[in-house]
């Protein structure tokens, strides 16, 4: 039994203990019968409309809460479709009171989150607004009245994060070239003209839009400052260049240069005007002393011609170098060919120096070609013999492989003019291969003066009798020594000569002898192709006069 029914039988108890009592006072009074039902239904009725009274209060209650029931989940509805979350179950078997209790907390909570979702949301909308107004964008598309969903609120805040990180790039991107637009400005002595270029330079960095048109235009400002600053530098480096030419030509003291170039050491355009001012002093001054401006000038064209390697020929082509009358016109005239003798050159720096070290190669061997074939080089006792033979075959070896390199060089070059690369007026490998060949004839020009040379000295010893010269060899087997010459060659003429002096007949014979040998000689300078050697020679004639000698 539940304690409820338990308290109505207590108090269904205590209503008859009630009404016993009263009978029992009534009683010992002695009040009359009727009066005693005059009073039980006073009691009655009181006790009747007490619990009435109290049903309709219940009832009232139980109609309340019905209709807040009624009424919060009408409110739960509402707001769940504003919050955008799905509506709870209900639990079964839960009383009025329960329900209404359940509900309204439901409410409560739902409209606290409502609250807090609408409050990040102003919140949101106001960073939104002050990122937009500094990055000149459009707000977020979200509806400003309605409660936003988490995943609204989660894009947005995102969005706002977004926002911030592009908002401080394009900052450090102003600043950055606010700084470099300034040191240039500061550089050219340039000062902001148009609104812009003041609201960029002069106000507050906070305040300046970064909108992407303002960055864009202020890259515009700060390309157009680098090239102003990029031609304004050339232009100092080609008009510095032409004053150090002018000085060279000029002969300036080096105080007067040294003076200039301190000057030059402040901002882009002070420095552009002081070169400036200088060239124009400079050219003044050349005009006065033109003559000697012209054979400056000579002397530089003929070191680019030697470095372009010009022909005779193509120097002659250039008729002013050779003209008397040295005015302005002819000035010009040897400004212009050395300009263009100097861009040829850095034009073709690569191959000249190419050429240059072969030239240089080439000259380094001839000497040592020279050098090998010189009988005073084995007096040498320092070693340098090795090292020059050494040398003198690395750089036979070398020589090809750089031109063959040169080759491959020049053709590739050649393509790509459309041209001919030519060296002292001939093209360069013809130039080469001319080289080599003259080398060649000048060793078998020299080889033959050698042989020449010997045979003259063998044909005076045979005739003189004095020592046949011939390098110290191995002598092969049969080949008779110069001693065992000597002595046939002494018998033999000793034979024919008594004493010191000799008969007209005996030289007349010797004279024969001689003029066969000779004869043999020239015979063979005219064959060089033929190996003879000294000791052969001599070998011969013994055999010679040994059979001459028998005969007579």
Not at 159 to 181: D, L
Not at 287 to 312: A, D, G, L, M
Request: glycine share 4%.
């Amino acid at each position: 039994m539940r304690k409820s029914e338990i308290h109505a039988a207590e108090s269904v108890a205590c209503l008859d203990k009630a009404l016993g009592e009263l009978k029992d006072i009534w009683e010992e009074i002695g009040i009359p019968e009727d009066q005693r039902l005059q009073r039980t239904d006073a009691v009655h009725m009181h006790i009747k409309n007490l619990l009435d009274m109290m049903i309709a209060e219940e009832e009232g209650l139980k109609k309340r809460l019905l209709i807040s029931i009624e009424a919060c989940r009408k409110e739960v509805t509402s707001l769940c479709s504003e919050l955008q979350v799905q509506e709870c179950q209900e639990e079964d078997g839960l009383t009025m009171l329960q329900l209404e209790k359940d509900l309204r907390t439901q409410v409560k909570m739902m409209l606290k989150e409502k609250s807090a979702r609408q409050s990040e949301l102003k919140s949101l909308i106001q960073q939104d607004q002050d990122l937009c107004d500094i990055l000149c964008d459009d707000l977020f598309p979200i509806h400003h009245e309605r409660v936003p969903s988490q995943q609204q609120l989660q894009n947005y805040r995102q969005h706002i994060k977004t926002c911030n990180q592009e908002r401080e790039r394009r900052h450090a991107e102003f600043v950055g070239m606010k700084r470099q637009i300034t040191v240039l400005m500061e550089d050219l002595e340039q000062h902001p003209d148009t609104s812009f270029e003041k609201d960029a330079v002069c106000e507050d960095e906070d305040a300046f839009c970064l909108s992407v048109e303002n960055l864009s235009a202020l890259k515009v400002l700060l390309h157009q400052l680098e090239s102003r600053k990029a031609e304004s530098g050339a232009l100092c480096v080609s008009i510095r260049g032409r004053i150090e030419e002018l000085w060279e030509m000029l002969q300036v003291p080096e105080e007067e240069r040294e003076s200039l170039m301190q000057n030059t050491r402040t901002s882009t355009k002070s420095r552009l005007n002081t070169l400036q001012v200088e060239l124009q002093r400079l050219e003044e001054l050349k005009k006065k002393n033109i003559e000697r401006v012209i054979h400056t000038i000579r002397s530089e064209i003929v070191k680019f011609w030697e470095k372009c390697y010009y022909s005779p020929e193509h120097r002659q082509a250039f008729t002013p170098y050779h003209s008397d009358d040295l005015d302005e016109e002819v000035l010009r005239e040897h400004e212009l060919e050395l300009e263009r003798l100097k861009q040829d050159y850095a034009e073709h720096i690569e191959l000249y120096d190419a050429v240059s070290i072969w030239s240089s190669n080439w000259t380094l061997y001839q000497e040592l070609e020279k050098k090998a074939t010189d009988p005073s080089r084995f007096n040498n006792r320092g070693g340098n013999l090795l090292k020059e033979e050494k040398q003198r075959v690395d750089m036979q070896k070398s020589l090809p492989k750089l031109e063959k390199s040169m080759k491959a060089q020049i053709d590739q070059w050649e393509a790509a003019h459309c041209k001919e690369f030519r060296v002292n007026g001939q093209p360069f490998l013809q130039y080469v291969e001319d080289q080599w060949n003259q080398h060649r004839m000048e060793k078998e020009r020299e080889k033959q003066e050698r042989q020449m040379k010997k045979m003259k000295q063998t044909e005076e010893d045979l005739l003189f009798g004095t020592t046949i010269r011939t390098p110290t060899k191995r002598r092969l087997a049969g080949t008779p020594t110069p001693g065992k010459t000597r002595k046939v060659l002494t018998a033999y003429l000793g034979a024919r000569t008594p004493g010191r002096g000799r008969t007209p007949r005996g030289l007349e014979r010797n004279k024969e002898n001689i003029s066969h040998l000779s004869g043999a000689l020239r015979t063979m300078a005219a064959s060089p192709q033929r190996n003879y050697s000294i000791t052969s020679v001599a070998s011969s004639y013994s055999e010679f006069a040994v059979s001459s000698l028998s005969c007579s």
